[in-house]
Structure formats: C-alpha cells, structure tokens
C-alpha cells in the first residue's frame, strides 16, 4: 500500500485519495468544498457515502464500494469495523467520543459509536478494534449507569480477549484524589485479558480539548496505518443534516429572559433562576437534558488578571495560530477559575518554583489544593513575573458549563429554564467568582448555549409509573422539568419530591411553584429538608429514612427513582438511605438491597445526574 | 344598630365553633413544612393561644418574583398580669428571644411582653420555654378577657400589692378551661383522658370579640380605665384598698367611613368590694357572651351591647346574674403618663421608672436597654413591672442595691427620661407596618420623627415642657387608644393621617376628628397656628385640649 501513509501532516479534511479518483475530478471536488466549513465537510462526506450506497449494484445488506471503482488491488476485504465506545457523565466523553467517530469516518474507517450504557459486556468478546474514551466520576467512580459495563469487565466472567486491539482516553479532574481512575482501570484491564494496546493511554484534565483533539488525531493515523488507505463507507455519522446546528463548538446565542433571584433577602446563597429563549435556534430538549453555557468570564475577575499583570488589555496575545488582545482572550477564550495538573505544572516552572512543581507530582496533595485554590490564588501564592504571553500560553482552553435544564420545553415553548447558584466569594481579601454562574447573574443580553442530551436522566416512558425524585439545592433543577411535563401531559402517575436547602423561609427554590403543584394533584408528596431551621442538620436522606416504608412501597409499585445533585456526600448518602430502607422494609439482606438497586439501575428505574 | 336576630353568625364565629375548643387545625398546622404559615382557619385560633401570623408586608412583591412565600414570622404575646414579672422571668424571656425571634422584647400597652419574628419551625420549643419560665401566652390575644392589667405603681405600696393581686385573680379566673393549649404547645399530642371539655365561663364559641380589664389606682390612670371593656377604679380609705369603681364599655376601635363604628369611654356604674371583683368580672364577660353581637366583628365589643340595649338594661343584667353594685366612690385622676425616675414607696422600697422608646428593648447607640437590664435582673432582689405606657419599672429595690441599681442605670444608659421632652417620654405608638397586617400608615418607625416636628413646634411657641400626650396608630382599630390622646395621628394611607384633637383630661376625653386625610407637613402646619392661637390666648395654667373646647375649636362635648 504506496500512499503517503506514514507521512506526517497528513490532513484529515484533505486524504489523499488518489487510487479511485483522477487528479482533475479530484480538483474540481476540492474547489466545490472550499468553502465549507468542517460541519460542512462532514456533512458531504455522509452526501456522498448516500451517494455510493445508493449506486451499488450488489443489493447486499453490507454497504459497499462504489461499482465504478474497482476494489482496492490491495485490500480484499473492507476494514475491521471499529468500536467507539464511551462512558460520560457530563457529556464531555461522549463529545469527544462523537469527534473521533467522526474523524475516523472521515478517514474511511468503518466506526461504530455507542454508549457504555447501553453496550452489551458479552459482545466484547465479538469486538476486534475498541476505542474507549471514559470519564471518571466523582470519587474515582464510573459514570452514573455505566456501573455493569465495568463490573463485567473489571469482574471475574470477563473473557480473554486476545484478538482485541484497544485505545483509552480517560477524562478527570486533577482536583480529585482518583484522577482518571475508571480509564486507568479499564486500560490496565483489557491488556490484562491479553488485549493489544494501539495507543498508550491518555489523560486529560478538565481542559481536555487539546489533549482529546491530539488523541484523536493519533488514533486516526494509526487506524490508517493498520489497514492502509480504504475506503469504506460511513456507517456512523453523528453531524447528520438533521441533526441541530448550534453544538459545543457553534453555540446558539439565546436571548436571556428572565434572571430572577430566588433565594431570599436573609439567604446566605445567591441562586437564580434563569429564563432563555431558544426561538429560531431549531434546538429542542427533553426533561432531564442539560444545557451546556458557554460563558464569558466575570469582569472583575478579568480585571484581577490585568492587575497580576500590570498589562493593558489591549495587549497583543495569540492563541494557537490566532492574534487577540489580552483583553479578549481573558475575557472569553480561556479558563480563569478551575486550576488543572497541567495549568500547575506550567506555572511552576513560569515562577520557578520547586514546591509547586512537586505538588504537581502528587495527586493527593495536588487534588487537596486544587478543590480550594483557584487559579488567580495559584498565581498570588507563587507570584511570578509574567509577560501577557507566558500567561496565555499558561491557560487552557475556556470550558463551557453545564446546567440540568429546569423547564419542560413542551410547557414553555422556545424557552429552557436554569436553575444557577452563583457563586462567589470572598478569600484571602479577594473577590473570588464562578466563571459561569457570575456571568449569567450578571444579566448578559444573550447567552451562548448548546443542548447536552442526557438519555439517562428520563421521565419513565409510561407516564402512569410513580416518580420519586430527590433533587437538594440546585438539584431540583431537572424536577421541575419532569413535573411541569408531567402536569402538561396530565399524566396520572404519582410523583414524590424530596428537597433540601438551608432554610425554608430563604432558600425552599420554587416553593410557589411547589405549593400549586400539591394542590392541584401534579405533585402528590412534597417532603422537604431544612439543614439550618433547628439544632440539629436534617438531610434529604433523613427525611427518605422517616418516610421509608412508603418509599420502599412505592418502589414495589414501580416507581422511578432519580437524584440530583451534589455527588460528593449526597448522592452516596441517599444511596446508602436507599439501600437500608430496602432491607429494612423487604425484610430481607442488606445484599438482596444491593442487588435490588443494581437491577432498578439496569431497569433504568434508578437514575443520578449528580456532580 | 344591627339587628342579630337576621344575621348569620361571622365566620370566625363558625371557625370557633367547630375548634373543638381552640384546637383547630393547629397541630397539622405546624407539622406542615411547606409552608411557614398556618391554615387561614388557624390564624384565628392561634390568637386565642397568644400566637399572630404576620408577614413583612415589604418583601410580599419580591418574594412573589422570587417564587416565594410571604416571610411569614409569628409574634407571640406573653401574659403578665398587672405587667408583674420576676427577673428570672426577665432574663427567660430576654434568652428566648434572642434565641428564636428576631431578638427584641417589646413592651406592650397591655403591660404584656412580645416577641416577633418567631418561624413556625420555632413556635413550639418557644412555647414550652415561656411555660418553663412559668409564664404563658393563653388568652393573650383572641376573643377571649386578655391581660389584665394594673397600675404598676403606687405610692401605697400594699394598695398596690392587693389591686394587682385581683387583677391576677381576675385573669386566672377568666382564663380558658380548655387543655388545647397544652396539648398543642407542651405535651405536643392530646391528653390522656377524654371527659368532655367544659368552658364555664365562656361556652364552646367564646367571646363575640376581645374582652380587655384592667384596674387603675388613682391618681394614675396610666391604664386609660375608661378604655377597657372592664375597668376597675381602685378606691382607698385610710391607705387600705376598699373596693372598686367598676366602670364598663370603654373601647377605642372604630373603622373609617364607618359611623357606626366609634371609640367609646366607660360608664362608671357603681362600687365592688375587692372579694366581688372576680364575680364582677365573670358577670360582665357572661352577660358579653350571651348578648353580644357575634355577626358583625365591627359592632361585637361591649360597647355595643351596652348601647345598643342601654346601661340601664345592662345594670339590671347584673342584678339578674346577682350581681348588685353599691354607689360609686368619686375618686380623681392626676395623669396618663408614667412618673419616670426615682420613687419610694411606702413600705421603703425604691422604684426606677425607665423611659423604653416603642416599647423596645434593644440596644442601641443611644441605650443599652438589653444587656443592661440583663445585668440588672441578674442581681435585683425585687422585680420588673411593664407600664401601660410600654415603659418598665425596676421595682422594690432595697436601700441596699439602690446604689449599684444607679450604676448600672447609668452605665448602660438606661435614663433616657432625663433628657426626652415630656412630649417624646409619653408619646405612644402601635406597631403597624411592616408586620401588622391592619396598618394603612407608619406608627411606631415613624413616631420619632412626627415627634421631632412637635418638639420644634412646641420649642418655637415657648412650649417646651408643655406635656402634650401625641398618640399615633396605623389604622383606627386604636391599639395606641389614639382616641384619648391630646394630639392623635390615625392612619388612613401611606403618609396620610386623621388628626384628632381635644383628648387628654387624664384619659376621661376623647378626642375629635379635627381634620382628615393630612400630609405630615399639613398637620404640622395645622398644628402651628392652633399652638399660636393657644399660646395667645390660654388662661394660666390651662392644658392646650381644655383650650380647644373653651375656645371652640372643638365643639364640646359632654362626658361619654
């Protein structure tokens, strides 16, 4: 196989494809696309893929090869397929996930994108080339439902799987203790069960772009690299042309309607509920979908970085390729808050500083300063003498936010609801903000969003099936979602919310709303937490507790759990009130609980959009 | 007059009566929790157990943006009869408040004590601390006979001693029989046993309206006797308490555009001995209950039915429940307002009167009235008495503490008497916005400044220690008796008053409507020409309302 294979620089946009098509046409199909943008270009690569498959002349069920062209000389048989497989919880993994599908597609391999929710353990075995990309979830756990793919693969009935070759990319948080823990156990994992490792493995911070752009563009050439140049029909296309738009990259500008305070005048939380029109953008979402924010950061906290600088705004900087001012790459192109391994590890050889270097070099240590320092404190603490540049060059790539959506579309046509608790602070003598919630509280005109589905965070299918949701502070958010689109539909089933907050007279978020709900019957229980209101704390998982023997005869009577919200203490502290209310109510073990709420998950009757 | 026989009942009247004797929904009520409030029923009946649901009337429209309910907070009303209480009573309540409401004891007209601001969460650990200071709440508020009240002092330390004991006699006699109270607030689920339920006195609806006693000891009518539905008039020979006065159908509250409605002064009708007052007084709450107007809340006071059939018609009531009065006694009054400062009485034992603006013990940059009187109860050997005028008394303190009493006095800036004006130490004001859910005006966060303007007006006419009585309310229901003041300020919209003049008279004059619906800067105008005019043309010694009437500013009117 001749084709500058092995060259480097090769272009995915522009493959080089000279065995089956002439220099000339060739040409005139580069000047055709030129103008194209890269969703654009995907797009007619799908068109003529249709194109190819509906020239075929063999009706066979396999897609094949243009008729014109004759078969490769070299390649008998099309490529092995491959397997995109991803574990998300935020949308991050499967972001990329889609990326690298598409890019491998683009490449002309055959790549089959799926979700480890919903992949079937048992047809690893069947698998000849697995891309994973996982992300890692709260205390070193993977992602809310992916939980049998790697019990399977981490447990004793998983396979030998000597005729796989695979490739991790693992998504984290380097200001968690465990980073990248599920992608380093299922990496370790598959070359333990005799599998052949493509790539080694990669680990991105929350900055993970660049990381997972340059993964993938790896994994593209050794994809090539294997099978030689083939062209294959695409068989997965995620930038279908029905598919929306506006999309992480392209975000839809909304027009912010509404940006009310919730929380009252003795509050000590600022939470807001934030109105956005979607009109005109074609986006649409369901109950229990987020909305990713991409966010400008804070003014202030701008002025903060001009200040370490003791720079002009309009300073000259450049990202990449690209030229800016200071001012502009602070402002809406760079992350400012959430400090990573590599912003550290940047900063301590900017300062020189050994400390920092080291603290870099130890995940806990690291993961413990990480969780209470932000980047403006990194900077105070190991102060440098930085050029606006070396400062640029330090900062990763501006992460959009996410936001469990707070309205049912169907209710609110062109409208999607947030629920935003801003936040910001005062430390060390410094203002301290939150990138995106600072941004929307502070009443922008539009804000840029994109619709980050989350098909298991869903309302049951049958609507007459009980919910009982658990959603404190802003984790009520998808809940009033799922009741105002219970209430639209007139649904029957009964439903059961379970909220806390510091107190009810400041903080009970929606409690208007809640009140009609009860008396009109589209909420049929309310049981509330109020952390602050007596002597002693009392948690959401209190009140599931006291109300145990209803909750467990709900769950016998088919109800649908969900919980959202903080994952840190909560989401296990209601897993736990679960798991004992089940074997106190059943009669039976605490492993027969167990095994029950493990079922009710496969079920999709126990769902968790926590963070 | 209304006719009862054609009426229906109001319909509190239907929520009494079907209370199960005041209990309501109370207990599902609390265990609510999402809401801070209490079922509208409820809001009737928690008044019987000392308990009103307000609301910060100022956040109402921002709390509805914000999806939230009215800040709800209730105040609670301790009972204290004859505003007698222990300084570890004191130091209780100063404890609870500070602990569940929003920190500030106030001081009533009724000589009881208030807290405000307490959350529904808070209420029942509230109430069961105010039972372990053995105090209560019960029947200090509701259509029931609320807090007796007393002259808080006297020269004649054993009359003083045996009225305020009756007045506690009276207020034990006429409290409620029901165990609601305990049941909800203290053992927080129903009693053992269940024998019916029996109110003797005031049957399963109670009273068609609130029912107010009190007993005044001349000179002082610094309880306003003559504006009780129940006054008792103390009457001393040879320095023993003989017997009462027993006046009835005072009442102060009224409704704009309605004249029906009207403030109205008690009739003196006859004399007790001190043993008869507790018949007296159960006489008078029955013939109230029986005859009463229970269809119409604004025509349900005493005052009514005595009108409405006559005080002759209501004397022989009396007789007819064996009740008969002798003669009464003539006694004279010298004045409403407190004697502030140092006192002795007889027995020896010194009395500090302290000015407490509105009522309110709090701490400020003026006056530490919290922490000093803290530190005062913690070492008094005698106790507090709560004036009819919101003020407080350190009372019965030995020659032996009188001294560091002093000191304390001073260091913590408790004499404020000494440098208000007359006019400010004896102004009153009720509490209105933002917590009274009646309230059409400021009264008591605007007194300070209507006060300043009287003090600038009367300092410009030679004045200065003219003793003006300057009463505001935010609405004409007359919790401040507005109606009895020299210069009386009734709210009738934000910013505007009704201004009655003429009152005064040592609280047996009521006032008159003089000019309506006035801006601050009219009835200041108002107020200066009247003041010129009097200044010119009074006859010595002769008070600014006298002069109105002698003058014919006011026509004159004959001694309800």
């Known amino acids: 196989m001749p084709l500058g294979k092995l060259e480097s620089g090769v272009s995915a946009a522009r493959p080089n494809i000279n065995p089956v098509i002439q220099q000339d046409a060739l040409a005139d199909l580069d000047s055709a696309v030129a103008d194209f943008e890269r969703d654009q270009l995907l797009w007619a690569s799908g068109y003529l893929a249709g194109l190819a498959v509906a020239r075929a002349t063999s009706p066979a069920q396999r897609p094949v090869a243009p008729a014109e062209a004759p078969a490769p000389a070299s390649s008998t048989e099309p490529a092995a397929p491959w397997t995109v497989l991803y574990a998300t919880e935020t949308g991050n993994s499967r972001f990329v996930a889609q990326e690298l599908a598409e890019a491998m597609s683009a490449a002309g391999q055959t790549a089959k994108l799926v979700d480890a929710r919903d992949y079937r353990p048992a047809t690893l075995k069947q698998e000849r080339q697995l891309l994973l990309v996982v992300a890692t979830h709260g205390l070193g756990d993977p992602p809310e439902g992916t939980e049998a793919f790697f019990e399977y693969l981490l447990g004793s009935r998983a396979p030998r799987l000597p005729q796989l070759s695979f490739a991790v990319l693992a998504l984290g948080d380097s200001s968690y203790e465990d980073f990248c823990e599920a992608g380093r156990q299922v990496d370790a994992r598959l070359a333990e069960l005799g599998a052949v490792r493509l790539l080694p493995r990669v680990e991105c911070d929350l900055d993970f772009e660049s990381d997972a752009d340059a993964w993938t563009k790896r994994v593209v050439e050794q994809a090539r690299a294997r099978d030689g140049v083939h062209i294959a029909p695409v068989h997965t296309l995620r930038a279908a042309p029905t598919a929306p738009s506006y999309s992480r990259r392209h975000p839809f500008q909304a027009e912010l309607l509404t940006n009310q305070k919730l929380t009252g005048r003795g509050s000590s939380k600022d939470v807001r509920h934030v109105e956005l029109s979607l009109e005109d953008s074609g986006l649409s979402y369901q109950p229990g979908d987020s909305l990713g924010v991409v966010a400008n950061n804070p003014a202030p906290l701008v002025e903060q970085f001009l200040e370490y600088l003791g720079e002009s705004p309009s300073a000259d900087v450049s990202i990449g390729q690209e030229a800016l001012t200071l001012g502009e790459a602070l402002r809406s192109r760079l992350e400012l808050t959430n400090a990573t391994r590599s912003f550290v590890q940047a900063h301590a050889r900017n300062s020189a500083s050994a400390d920092l270097a080291a603290l870099a070099d130890d995940p806990r240590a690291l993961a413990k300063y990480l969780k209470s320092n932000q980047i403006i404190d990194i900077l105070r603490q190991y102060p440098a003498a930085l050029s606006a540049q070396q400062l640029v060059a330090s900062l990763s790539k501006l992460t959009p936010r996410l936001y469990s959506i707070a309205s049912s579309l169907d209710a609110n046509p062109d409208e999607a609801h947030l629920t935003v608790a801003v936040v910001s602070y005062t430390r060390d003598g410094y203002a301290h903000f939150g990138a995106a919630s600072n941004f929307l509280a502070a009443g922008p005109s539009t804000v840029p969003v994109y619709v980050e589905p989350n098909d298991h965070f869903r309302l049951p299918q049958d609507s007459a099936a009980p919910i009982i949701m658990v959603g404190p502070g802003t984790g009520i958010a998808p809940f009033r979602a799922f009741v105002e689109q219970r209430r639209h539909q007139a649904a029957v089933g009964k439903s059961w919310l379970f909220f806390g907050d510091r107190t009810r007279r400041n903080d009970f978020l929606y409690q208007l709303e809640w009140q009609r709900y009860l008396k009109e019957g589209a909420l049929t229980r309310l049981d509330v937490a109020f952390s602050r209101d007596q002597a002693e704390k009392v948690y959401v998982q209190h009140r599931l507790r006291e109300r145990g023997a209803q909750v467990y005869a709900w769950l016998m009577d088919g109800a649908h759990v969900y919980v959202c919200g903080d994952a840190e203490h909560m989401a296990g502290d209601v897993h736990q009130a679960l798991l004992d209310i089940v074997a106190e109510h059943s009669g039976r073990s605490a492993d027969h609980a167990v095994s029950l709420l493990s079922d009710l998950k496969t079920q999709g009757r126990y769902q968790r959009d926590v963070y | ?560």
């Open chain 2, 1 to 560: 007059m209304s006719d009862p026989s054609n009426k229906p009942v109001t319909e509190v009247e239907d929520i009494k009566a079907r209370s199960a004797h005041l209990r309501g929904t109370l207990a599902e009520s609390l265990a609510d929790p999402v809401t801070g409030s209490i079922a509208p029923d409820d809001t009737q009946i928690s008044k019987f157990h000392g308990i009103y649901q307000q609301d910060d009337r100022e956040t109402r429209v921002e709390r509805t943006k914000q999806k939230l309910e009215p800040d709800y907070s209730f105040m609670i009303r301790a009972r204290v009869p004859a505003g007698i209480c222990t300084p570890a009573q004191w130091l209780a309540l100063q404890q609870i408040a500070a602990d569940h409401s929003n920190g500030e004891l106030r001081l009533t007209t009724r000589q009881a004590v208030q807290l405000h601001g307490v959350l529904k969460g808070d209420l029942r650990t509230t109430m069961r601390r105010i039972n372990d200071a053995l105090l209560d709440t019960f029947a200090a508020c509701g259509d029931v006979n609320r807090n007796v009240g007393c002259t808080p002092l006297a020269e004649n330390a054993e009359v003083h001693r045996r009225a305020s004991r009756w007045a506690a006699r009276i207020s034990e006699h006429l409290t409620p029989r029901t165990r609601a109270y305990h049941e909800i607030w203290l053992a927080g689920s129903p009693l053992p046993g269940n024998e019916p339920e029996h109110e003797p006195i005031y049957g399963a609806t109670y009273l068609p309206r609130k029912f107010k006693i009190a007993l005044a000891i001349p000179p002082l009518n610094d309880v306003d006797v003559f504006a009780q539905d129940l006054g008792f008039i103390a009457v001393e020979r040879f320095g023993k308490l003989i017997g009462f006065n027993v006046a009835v159908g005072g009442g102060m509250g009224m409704s704009h555009g309605e004249p029906a409605t009207y403030p109205r002064l008690a009739d003196v009708i006859g004399f007790c001995s001190p043993a008869a007052s507790v018949a007296v007084a159960e006489a008078v709450v029955k013939i109230q209950r029986d005859f009463g107007d229970r269809t119409d809340r604004k025509h349900a006071r005493l005052k009514y039915t005595i009108d409405d059939r006559g005080l002759d018609w209501f004397v022989d009531e009396l007789g007819r429940r064996g009740v008969h009065l002798r003669a009464a006694v003539p006694v004279d009054f010298e004045q409403t307002g407190d004697r502030f400062g140092w006192s002795e009485d007889s027995d020896g034992l010194w009395h500090a009167t302290l000015y407490v603006p509105g009522g309110r013990v709090v701490d400020n940059e003026k006056t530490r009235l919290q922490t000093g009187l803290s530190a005062i109860a913690r070492i008094l050997k005698g106790e507090f008495r709560i004036t009819p005028n919101q003020n407080l008394i350190i009372s019965r303190i030995e020659d032996t503490q009188k001294e560091e009493i002093q000191r304390l006095i001073t260091e913590h800036g408790l004499d404020l008497w000494r440098d208000a004006a007359p006019v400010r130490r004896n102004a009153l004001a009720c509490v209105a916005l933002p917590t009274c859910g009646l309230a059409m005006a400021e009264a008591e966060r605007y007194l300070p400044q209507f006060i300043g303007k009287v003090e600038e007006l009367l300092a410009r006419h030679g004045l200065s220690e003219q003793d003006l009585l300057v009463r505001i309310t935010g609405c004409p229901n007359g919790c401040a008796r507005p109606y009895l003041a020299d210069v009386g300020l009734v709210g009738k919209a934000p910013g505007r008053y009704n201004l009655m003049l003429g009152g005064g008279a040592v609280g047996a004059r009521l006032n008159q409507g003089y000019r309506e619906n006035l801006s601050e800067e009219r009835i200041v105008d108002e107020l200066d020409r009247l003041l010129a005019d009097f200044v010119g043309n009074r006859d010595s010694g002769e008070p600014f309302s006298d002069y109105l009437h002698r003058a014919g500013i006011l026509e004159s009117q004959p001694h309800g």
